[in-house]
Nanobody, 121 residues
């Protein structure tokens, strides 16, 4: 069984920075795409950024130039560096991964438990 564990959320002032981490743990698995989504109160969950195992990335227009996604394949960990944070970035951020395992060889999606990011003065 593979699990995603997130860390790094918190309260930050507008213009500040935060770094989120998400580590995948388990045995006998491989991950292709990893990414971050966010969900603000009363809104749908939207893609923030994602990265393939080869390092290709794409971002939501609202975060381009401010957020950077990166990945350490050896550690099965994905990061989201968030700079120049705005109040509208406030949301629960969820890690996401497309995973294949020995017992579930077809790619399937896993979600982390979510971490709260609040941008407020």
């Amino acid at each position: 069984q593979v699990q995603l564990v997130e860390s790094g959320g918190g309260l930050v002032q507008p213009g500040g920075s935060l770094r989120l981490s998400c580590a995948a743990s388990g045995s006998r698995f491989s991950i292709n795409v990893m990414g971050w989504y966010r969900q603000a109160p009363g809104k749908q969950r939207d893609l923030v950024a994602r990265i393939t195992s080869g390092g290709s990335t794409n971002y939501a227009d609202s975060v381009k130039g401010r957020f950077t996604i990166s990945r350490d394949n050896a550690k099965n960990t994905v990061y989201l560096q968030m700079n120049s944070l705005k109040p509208e970035d406030t949301a629960v951020y969820y890690c996401n991964a497309r995973v294949r395992t020995i017992t579930q060889p077809l790619p399937h999606t896993l979600w982390g438990q979510g971490t709260q990011v609040t941008v407020s003065s």
